[in-house]
Structures are given as C-alpha cells and as structure tokens.
C-alpha cells in the first residue's frame, strides 16, 4: 500500500511537471534567395561574403545560397528561367539581350559604378592611347561586341579601324600578351589582371576606353527577372539593404573582408593572391560607389546614354526606353 502511494506521488509530479514545461517555439526557416555569381570568388563578390558571414542577410530575414556559373551566360540565363533568383552580369548584356531576344531580365541594382574594362600591354609596346593602336594587334576573346567597342574607340579617335589588327586569343588574354603574341589586349579588367602583372612585375601601361569618347557604363549590375522582381519583390529589396549594409562594413573592413574571401576561394578553379585581392577591392571600392552615385544606385541617364550608343554603332536593331532595362525596388 505505501509503495502504491509513492507511485500515484511519482506519479503526479511527472504529470505537472509535463504540463507546467513551456513548449520551445519552432526555428523559423528564412526564405532563401539563390545568388549567381559571374565568375569565381573574389575581391569583387567580396560584401557578399561578408553579409553572409556577418549576418547581415538573415539579420534581414534571407538566406544566401550562392551558385557558380558552369557557362559564362548563366548568370543571365539562369536568372531569366527562374533558376536563380539574382544574377551578377554586365550592363551592355542586359540591354543587347533584352532588345534581341526579348530576355526577360532586368537590373536591380549597379553593383559597379564605372566600367572595369581596359586594354592593357607590355609597356616597352607604348600603348597609352587609342592613337597607339594603330598598326597593332590587339588580342579578345573573339566576341563581337569586344571587337565593335574596339571599332568604336577607333572611330572617335580618328583612327582607322581596319588599322588594328584584332587576333581572337580565346581567354588567354595575359598569357597572349606575355608571349608577345599580341601587342596588348582588350577585356581585362582593372582589379584583376592589372595586379596580377604588378604581382609579376611586368611593367605594363593601361586605359580604359570610356577615358576616350565611350559612355561611361555600369561594370556589373545585379540581375534579376520579371517573373521574379514580380513575386519576390519585397525579398530582393530585403537583399539589396543587406547588401548595402554588407558594402559599408567591407569598406570599413577590407582587410577582414579579403580574409573572408580568401576563405570561400574556389581554389582548386580559382586560387587567390591575398595581395592581389587586397589591391583589387583597394581599386573597386572607389568604382562601386562614388560620391555622386551610391552603392547600388542606377541613373536612367546612364542607360539612355548606352542604348544610343548601341544603337549607333548597329549593335541593336531598335531603342527600348530605359525602364525595360532596370527598375528601382525602393520606390
């Protein structure tokens, strides 16, 4: 009798225990967002990395799953089928596919604010102006729109295009130039290949070509498709504050921030300099953002002034107004 007295005891004190134990709330699941880059980490995608690490994105209600592009185009393509919610890709593409094939994908956001590209060479070859690139051959990757920006400087320089030589050298754009292949080279960017030479100390003298007559262009803009601006709106401008958030603390940081970098590299693909890096988000940091355009903000000027241009030199067969081209989620 006692034993079945201590048992009902027991007994009780488990059963008010369990219904006095408050219930843990269940972890919510952050809605992710599937980001492309353009190329393999570096300096350049470096406040991503540091949102991601910092926070800054599920401080905003995000996940941040990053994707790496197999084929050069699938930032673009990928985004307009729905694959990636946002895409790294260039400001001409946008307006050249949208006009052409009707892609149905538009800027949210100019992650560059000036153009990266410039043609580099040797400097015992004595190119530092387009007057220069006479009677040279100059190396690309044998697109069409490289070679008709090439064209183009020409042109308004006073130059006769048909005088340059333009040799498709495939990606092999440095080592082109190195062994003397090519005179110099055009679609090398500014914080990459330019640091590297430095880091090789091969002296080598460089412009860029909206220096002589080209518009001035967004390097790199943040992509994303109709379908997807439509229905995760509020999503993308979550993303976009993020990564302004995530922009300031690596200015701020950028010593931690080629750490964090260096830490995500695709090395076996892709392996970085941590000198290299350094000087690299040394020189973007200045073209991300400069003190008439904050990071991530799109003039419709800008776009006005590179769809005449495209369609002037028969790049495009018709004009678009800009707003096909980029929309500001902020209003």
């Given at each position: 009798?006692?034993?079945f ?18 219930e843990?709330?269940?972890q ?11 190329w ?17 994105y ?22 307009a089928?729905?694959k990636?919610?946002?895409g ?13 094939e009707?892609?149905?994908v ?24 387009p ?17 008709q920006?090439?064209?183009s400087?020409?042109?308004k ?17 440095l080592?082109?130039?190195i ?8 679609g090398?960017?500014v ?9 090789k100390?091969i ?10 007559g080209?518009?001035e ?19 993308l401008?979550?993303?976009?504050e993020?990564?302004?958030r995530a922009?300031?603390y690596t ?10 970098i ?8 892709f392996?970085?300099n941590k000198?290299v ?8 940091i200045p ?8 990071f991530?903000?799109e003039n ?7 769809i005449?241009?495209?369609y ?13 081209f980029f ?5």
């Amino acid at each position: 009798m006692k034993f079945f007295r201590y048992f009902i005891l027991l007994l009780t004190i488990l059963i008010l225990g369990a219904c006095g134990k408050k219930e843990e709330p269940a972890q919510k699941t952050l809605p992710t967002l599937n980001v492309m880059l353009e190329w393999y980490p570096n300096a350049f995608h470096s406040f991503v990395y540091v949102g991601m690490e910092k926070g800054f994105y599920k401080d905003a209600g995000l996940n941040i799953n990053i994707l790496l592009p197999s084929n050069t185009t699938d930032p673009l393509a990928l985004t307009a089928a729905g694959k990636a919610d946002v895409g790294f890709y260039y400001m001409h593409d946008v307006i050249l596919k949208r006009t052409k094939e009707n892609i149905p994908v538009k800027s949210i956001g100019a992650v560059l604010q000036k153009s990266t590209n410039v043609i580099i060479s040797p400097k015992d070859k004595n190119i530092t102006s387009p007057q220069d690139l006479a009677h040279k051959k100059i190396g690309y990757s044998g697109d069409e729109y490289t070679e008709q920006v090439v064209k183009s400087l020409a042109k308004k320089n006073n130059i006769d295009p048909n005088s340059i030589e333009m040799v498709d050298v495939g990606f092999d754009l440095l080592t082109s130039m190195i062994t003397n292949r090519v005179d110099g080279t055009i679609g090398c960017v500014v914080n990459h290949e330019v640091p590297v030479m430095e880091e090789k100390n091969i002296p080598i003298n460089y412009f860029a070509p909206t220096d002589f007559g080209l518009p001035e262009y967004y390097g790199t803009v943040f992509v994303s498709s109709d379908e997807t601006i439509k229905t995760k709106g509020p999503l993308l401008k979550k993303f976009l504050e993020a990564s302004k958030r995530a922009f300031e603390y690596t200015k701020a940081h950028p010593e931690e921030a080629v750490d964090i970098i260096l830490k995500n590299q695709q090395e076996e693909s892709f392996p970085l300099n941590k000198n290299v890096e350094t000087k690299s988000l040394e020189m973007l940091i200045p073209l991300m953002e400069t003190p008439k355009a904050p990071f991530l903000s799109e003039n419709k000027e800008v776009w006005e002034k590179n769809i005449q241009w495209l369609y002037e030199e028969n790049m495009i067969p018709k004009k678009l107004p800009p707003e096909d081209f980029f929309v500001n989620l902020e209003n």
